[in-house]
């Protein structure tokens, strides 16, 4: 008689039983039922009702002869949240026991972890033991889990009020785990805050280290809904890293869940702040609590957007850019610093536009720093940064007694790696002006010899990071599918589409190297 194992054992009596038996053989060994029946698993599997996350039924291979345990674990959510921990069901033969690293297991109750070959050793009741090793196969997506909780449970549904809240972190096999802390979130962003796929960001209480990046409070999930490829942006910044800017963001890939509900494959990324993590710049206190002597010529943190949405903005006067101060915050400026930095940016630009320009005395390189403006500019216009023509999400800083420096960089989900040829980014903002410097030109021809390796490594790089994001890149489409977008690959499968963005990449690196070289 077959029977589904369950929570009922006869060990205690079959041992008090043994002295019934027949006789010890010349081995020793005592025989309690010379019918039982050789240890095995008859069958092997698992239920949704015991795995209400699992979306089917998966019956697992027994090869009798290796005595291995074999199966697939597929659409369920072990696929993203490396949770591989689930219950089995199994069937033995009468009066047989089996145990995982000496506890015992109890079919369709007992939860193992299956990330690694876990070793089932069953036993009858003459001590007979056989062992079989289970194998499962999870594709899961290998990136690091975000757990955020808000504590009333609702949706975030704004940029501007902050819910309370906890994250956990999974870091996997590359990363630190994060046990769980309290957070505030609240979501971000402007055009990508109307997406399906919302962006956050969100807030630790205390300076917290986040999956190898340096500790900080603030921190942004970026959703990368309009981007195929989900590599623009951190691409960019990996261009960014290695050249002579002062700051670039870094972030890691992970899957983010929001209250249980699994929200796809985000970039989880440092904010733009100045900190000596971040933007290490001079960070001035809050207005309120300066002396009247105390230097108002930095930090500042500038952001050229047509939103224009800050308190704290206005309008350079011969070019009329719009220019939000994110730094220092709205309630912590004062006049005098406002007035401060927008007399020192419109100086800047009057005098870039004035007869004297070139002049090592009276020019403007007494006001900008050529060297971050070149740097920033050769990566936008090789990967195409679109932004600039509005212009968006373009920053610039000033230090303490320092001059007007490009950066951090920041927003390249939107039609970057998408042309060959043509000149953009030296059409817009102050570099019409700036390309007519020979100085500048000579500069950029310098830099672009510097820098021109590391371009021409990002095709590898771009390559590498898709391969580990391909699980991932796959389930947040069939996710979310987002059929219309600006790049041109939205009909691509995710490997077409990467290939597509190396390949204009690669083109494009060859016709600015001959333009670069011949300025």
């Not at 499968?493 to 690669?506: F, G, I, K, P, T």
Request: charged content about 25%; aromatic content about 12%; some cysteine.
């Amino acid at each position: 008689m077959r029977r589904i194992f369950v929570a009922s054992a006869l060990l205690a009596v079959v041992m008090s039983l043994a002295g019934c038996g027949k006789a010890g053989t010349d081995d020793g060994v005592r025989i309690v039922d010379p019918d039982a029946e050789p240890p095995a698993i008859e069958r092997f599997w698992f239920d949704t009702r015991n795995n209400p996350r699992m979306t089917s039924n998966m019956t697992c291979r027994i090869d009798a002869v290796k005595h291995l345990i074999t199966g697939s674990i597929e659409g369920s959510t072990p696929l993203v949240d490396g949770s591989c921990t689930l219950t089995p069901t199994f069937t033995l033969p009468d009066d047989q026991t089996a145990y995982v690293n000496g506890v015992r297991q109890w079919s369709g109750v007992s939860r193992v972890d299956f990330s690694k070959p876990v070793t089932y050793r069953v036993e009858n009741v003459n001590g007979e033991a056989a062992e079989y090793v289970v194998e499962l196969d999870f594709p899961f997506t290998g990136l690091p889990v975000v757990s955020i909780r808000t504590s009333s449970g609702l949706p975030i549904t704004s940029k501007d009020d902050w819910r309370k809240a906890t994250i956990a972190i999974d870091g996997g096999t590359g990363y630190d785990d994060l046990s769980t802390a309290d957070i505030e979130i609240a979501g971000r962003g402007n055009s990508t805050w109307g997406y399906p796929k919302k962006p956050y960001k969100f807030k630790f209480g205390k300076r917290t280290a986040v999956l190898g990046m340096p500790e900080h409070k603030r921190w942004v999930l970026l959703a990368n809904y309009v981007d195929r490829t989900l590599l623009r942006n951190d691409v960019a910044f990996y261009l960014g890293q290695r050249s002579a800017l002062a700051w670039t963001p870094h972030g890691v890939f992970v899957e983010l869940f929001v209250n249980g509900e699994h929200k796809g494959c985000y970039y989880l990324c440092e904010q733009i702040r100045i900190d000596e993590n971040r933007l290490a710049i001079n960070e001035m206190p809050p207005y309120a609590e300066m002396a009247e002597d105390d230097d108002i010529s930095g930090g500042y943190i500038l952001e050229l957007d047509t939103y224009y949405d800050e308190v704290n903005k206005f309008r350079s006067e011969m070019k009329g850019f719009p220019v939000n101060i994110n730094t220092p915050d709205a309630d912590d400026i004062g006049s005098p610093q406002f007035i401060y930095i927008r007399n020192y940016f419109n100086e800047a630009e009057r005098v870039l536009y004035s007869d004297d320009w070139l002049d090592p005395e009276k020019g403007y390189k007494n006001y900008i720093d050529i060297l971050s403006f070149a740097d920033i500019y050769l990566i936008s216009e090789l990967i195409y940064h679109y932004e600039w023509l509005h212009p968006k999400s373009t920053y610039i800083y000033k230090d303490r007694g320092g001059k007007l420096c490009a950066g951090p960089m920041w927003d390249y989900d939107w039609l970057t790696f998408t042309q060959d040829t043509g000149w953009h980014c030296r059409n817009y903002l102050w570099y019409p002006r700036l390309f007519e410097d020979p100085e500048f030109r000579a500069l950029l021809k310098e830099r672009w010899k510097v820098l021109y390796p590391v371009f021409a490594a990002a095709g590898g790089y771009i390559s590498k990071k898709s391969k580990e994001l391909k699980k991932s890149a796959d389930l947040d489409w069939t996710m979310w599918q987002n059929n219309v977008g600006p790049n041109g690959d939205q009909s691509l499968s995710y490997d077409a589409a990467v290939s597509r963005m190396v390949s204009r990449l690669n083109n494009r690196l060859a016709w600015l190297n001959d333009e670069i070289n011949a300025l």
